[in-house]
């Protein structure tokens, strides 16, 4: 099945029966190692994730480790940075977690993280952002932050329909739009396309209002910019909104109604739609960040968001993320390969770390995420550190990469 993959000889693989993921107790998942900081962080990473589960289950769940190839390694195995392999890999087992990729500056193709999220459909960036007590904040009351942000991952300005400026379709597409439209665009302009569809939108959302229904959270609001951008952003809204009144109006209710008929109290079971614009929300999460709970926006307002949500509670080191589709998840470190500190055992691996407990969670093994979250909060409490957090806490002690994964598995 597979041209240069071993499979691992124990453990089986995740089933989708009637569109619900069914776990082995013994599962297979696969990993990326990923370039620069990748195997410093994997193999830290691993080692928590193998010891929460011991710790939580004693052998009865755990996780069978199988290697498959993206990036430099992917390169030097394949002779090319993305194999069929891997992503039949990553189709066939549905879970999967990777470190970061290096994408070659101008060197003729694209991101390997944006060809992956768009050959799995991987529509939904997920990104939990709370504070870990104890890590270096720059703002007065971090933990007022609890946000998980759904981003829309296919289309937006990311969509990468753009032109030049003077190139053949730039200028017949001015041409064009002043002939047949009357509108006026500078000669010398680059033209890019933003859509936003109804069909990605609502797919997003709905993944959204279930994560915030089974998870027990109060609200989910739109972030949008559709007082400039009414057919895309606007449109981002109103189909939201729709969702919400389509499919789930028994569990959700508006703003207007949380006030009006229930006096502020939400009613047990329901979650509230609410919207805010993107310029208000940007300042919404740094003075009233624990009025938001589940955010659900389009791609570039997402991109935007959620590092300046992560920077709040400590940085890209501590923020984990996912990108999930309807049957596949790939869990990744939310920064890049940082390519300097490669193999120097230095970088912090938090971020992993986080992505793996959230992947623990998805399995349905809460009690092992849970595990993984605490040990890591009292490890960062007691200052033992990686350097990024070491020069901003006083009197902290200064581990390495793996020295700080050791640390959490005996605060276990
Ligand atoms: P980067 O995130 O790799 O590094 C920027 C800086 O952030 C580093 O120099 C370091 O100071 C700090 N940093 C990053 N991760 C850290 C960690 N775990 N612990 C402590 N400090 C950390 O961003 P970059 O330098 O812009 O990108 C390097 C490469 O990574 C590029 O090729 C880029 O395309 C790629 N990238 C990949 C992903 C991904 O795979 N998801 C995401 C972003 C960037």
């Not at 109103?238 to 502020?264: C, H, K, M, P, Q």
Request: charged share 25%.
């Amino acid at each position: 099945m597979f041209e240069r993959l071993t499979i691992p000889q124990k453990g089986s693989r995740i089933q989708i029966k009637a569109g619900e993921p069914v776990v082995p107790d013994h599962v297979i998942v696969p990993f990326i190692e990923g370039d620069g900081i990748g195997p410093d962080i994997t193999r830290s990473a691993q080692r928590v994730l193998n010891a929460a589960l011991e710790k939580t289950y004693h052998g009865k769940k755990k996780i069978e480790w199988f290697e498959i190839f993206a990036g430099g390694k992917a390169q030097a195995v394949y002779g090319e940075p993305l194999p069929k392999d891997t992503v039949r890999a990553i189709l066939e087992y549905k879970v999967a977690i990777k470190g970061p990729l290096t994408t070659p500056v101008g060197g003729g193709f694209r991101s390997l993280n944006v060809t992956l999220r768009q050959v799995l459909d991987l529509y939904a960036c997920v990104r939990p952002v709370r504070y870990i007590a104890g890590s270096p904040s720059p703002v007065k009351e971090p933990q007022k932050m609890d946000v998980v942000i759904f981003r829309e991952n296919t289309e937006d300005v990311y969509s990468g329909i753009e032109w030049p400026r003077g190139s053949r379709e730039a200028r017949a597409l001015i041409g064009y739009l002043a002939k047949e439209y009357k509108v006026a665009i500078r000669e010398d302009s680059g033209i890019g396309i933003k859509p936003i569809s109804e069909y990605a939108t609502k797919r997003l959302v709905r993944m959204a209002i279930r994560y915030a229904l089974t998870h027990r959270r109060r609200s989910i609001t739109l972030v949008h910019k559709g007082n400039i951008m009414k057919y895309t952003e606007g449109a981002f809204r109103d189909w939201g909104y729709e969702v919400a009144r389509e499919e789930f109006f028994d569990v959700t209710i508006s703003e207007e109604e949380l006030y009006g008929t229930y006096n502020g109290r939400l009613p047990e079971g329901k979650v509230v739609i609410k919207d805010r614009l993107a310029d208000s929300m940007f300042q919404q999460v740094l003075t009233r960040a624990d009025e938001y709970d589940v955010i659900a926006l389009p791609n570039l307002n997402g991109d935007y968001l959620s590092d300046a949500c992560a920077a709040q509670v400590g940085g890209l080191g501590i923020a984990p993320g996912a990108n999930i589709g309807d049957e596949v998840a790939l869990f990744e470190a939310t920064h890049g390969s940082a390519p300097k500190y490669a193999g120097q055992d230095k970088v912090n691996p938090s971020s992993l770390i986080l992505s793996g407990a959230m992947m623990f969670e998805h399995l349905g093994w809460a009690e092992a995420a849970n595990c993984v979250i605490e040990a890591m909060t009292r490890t960062i409490q007691s200052k033992q550190v990686t350097y990024d957090f070491h020069r901003q806490l006083e009197g902290a002690t200064l581990l390495k990469c793996s020295e700080f994964a050791q640390a959490i598995v005996h605060h276990m």
